[in-house]
């Protein structure tokens, strides 16, 4: 009976090889798992990175416009070596025009348009820039512009801007608790070269449109006053997409507070970019491949189209 006994209490031995070979299997798996979370987690990276693989052909073209005293001394030199296509389109500045009627000019007559003492120059942009071009320059503008160093297109130095800011804030309220400066105050700290301004959508309400024109057009005049050598570029506002998480802001409001920016920059003879023409489509809404997945702020192709355009016009 004890021999039994002993005999079911008696362990098992593996053989020495088998173990060897359940540690290599061990090992193999192991190996397969990181090599395929490294994969994973290298394109994951990718698409964050602000340079997602769309292809360059379905990218609409970007459009700057500028005012007649600028046409001849650098616009119409690039419209030319862009393409053998008329590149360059004059386009009138009656109360009208909007951003859906820009994305359509292309069907208006370049005769019609010239007669016109208001004209207005088109420009093709391509989609790669150099980050060092715009180490001279500062870029004002809410959540939006945060994107430009949180992508890294941009070092921080060169971006004024905070989520939620307004006009009115980038003259009264600091941009960097950090920093406990404004953006105007900021801008005279670094003497920029150039100044890029993106906001509006933050107050963008058809109640308070007005409060909104006016808070824009003190900060423009007020950098105007403050740097006068400087080169001062107002960007439009951009669309939000059909679906988007800010239902608040309406495209129609947007459109008429871009021309309204748009008549500003005209009567101060500064620089306006027509980015909104350049990212909607044919009904005026934010396209999938610019807009976030809010439907809202930039896709990292938006911020290269943009400061592409900026690149070509001040190169």
């Known amino acids: 009976m004890n021999k039994k006994v002993r005999k079911k209490n008696r362990r098992v031995k593996v053989p020495a090889a088998t173990v060897v070979l359940y540690i290599i299997m061990v090992i193999i798996i192991l190996g397969i798992c990181t090599a395929v979370f490294f994969i994973s987690f290298n394109a994951l990276n990718s698409t964050d990175s602000g340079v997602p693989a769309v292809n360059n052909s379905i990218i609409g073209s970007s459009r700057f416009i500028l005012p007649d005293n600028e046409i001849n001394n650098s616009s119409v030199s690039d419209s030319s070596s862009e393409s053998s296509s008329s590149d360059t389109q004059s386009e009138s500045s009656s109360g009208e025009e909007n951003s859906s009627s820009d994305s359509s000019s292309s069907t208006e007559t370049s005769s019609s348009s010239s007669e016109n003492s208001d004209s207005w120059s088109v ?116 669309p939000v997409a059909r679906q988007t998480n800010y239902p608040n802001i309406k495209n129609s409001d947007v459109k008429l507070m871009n021309e309204y920016i748009r008549e500003q920059c005209k009567a101060l003879r500064l620089d306006y970019y027509d980015l909104y023409s350049a990212v909607s489509d044919e009904d005026g809404y934010f396209l999938e491949e610019y807009a976030e997945i809010d439907g809202m702020h930039f896709s990292g192709i938006t911020y290269r189209v943009m400061l592409s355009a900026l690149q070509k016009k001040y190169s």
């Open 123 to 238: 420009i093709t942009q391509p989609t790669s820039f150099n980050k060092e071009f715009f180490k001279d320059d500062l870029f004002i503008g809410d959540s939006i512009f945060t994107g430009l160093y949180g992508y890294k297109f941009l070092d921080k130095a060169n971006v004024a801007a905070k989520v939620g800011y307004t006009p009115y804030g980038a003259l009264n309220t600091a941009f960097d608790d950090e920093l406990g400066v404004t953006a105007l105050e900021y801008a005279k700290q670094r003497s920029p070269k150039r100044i890029f301004i993106l906001l509006g959508s933050n107050a963008l309400d058809s109640s308070a449109l007005n409060a909104l024109q006016n808070s824009y057009s003190n900060l423009l005049t007020t950098l105007k006053s403050e740097f006068p050598n400087a080169k001062i570029c107002c960007i439009s506002i951009t």
